[in-house]
C-alpha cells in the first residue's frame, strides 16, 4: 500500500474512525481487488496487517496523516484524517501523470468505501473474517461456520447475516 492510497482512504471516507476499522476496510477493499499488495494474518478481531499499523504509525510521524484520540468505553481510540494542507499535497501528486493514475485507481472503489463505511464496526469484522476463511477454503457456508466459531458469535444472528450478504458483495464485486 503505497503512502498516497492510504491517505486518498482517509480522504475519501471523509476521515476513519479507529484502527481496528481501517484495517478492516482496507482488507475488504483489497479481497475485491484494489491492489494494496498487503499481507493480513488472522488476530483476534479479525484480519490484520502490521505493515498497514506501522504505515499509519510513520504517515501519522510524518504529519502525512492526522491522528487524533478519542477515550471510549473499551480504552483509547484512534481517528484519522488529512488537513487541509494534507489535502492540498494530494491534489498536488493528482495533478501529475502518475498522479491522476493512482487515483483513477482508487476512485474505482469509492462505492464500496461509502457501503463500508456505513456498516457496524462488528459486521465488518465479521465480514473481514468471513473473507479470510472464504479465501483459504472457497467455500461460503464452511466460512461463515468457522468465523461464527472463531467470533463466538451465533451462526444464524444477524449479525452473522449481514457480514456474508457484505463479505459476498464485497467479493463479487471484485475489479481486478
Known sequence: MTNY????????????????????????????????????????????????????????????????????RVGTQYNYRLNETQQRSLEDFEKTADGQTAKRDMEDYRELLDLLRRQEARVLELASTMVAFRQAQRDWDRAAAETARFKNEPADAPPMTEARELAQNVVGCNHG
Do not use: N, W
Not at 10 to 37: N, P, W, Y
Open 5 to 72: 492510497q492510504l491517505a486518498k482512504l482517509v480522504l475519501m471516507a471523509q476521515g476513519i474512525e479507529s484502527r481496528k476499522r481501517i484495517q478492516k476496510t482496507v482488507h475488504l477493499l483489497q479481497a475485491a481487488g484494489c491492489r494494496f499488495d498487503l499481507e493480513f494474518r488472522l488476530h483476534y478481531y479479525g484480519p490484520y496487517s502490521s505493515s498497514l499499523a506501522e504505515q499509519l504509525d510513520r504517515m501519522t510521524a510524518a504529519d502525512m496523516l492526522t491522528e487524533t484520540t478519542q477515550q471510549i
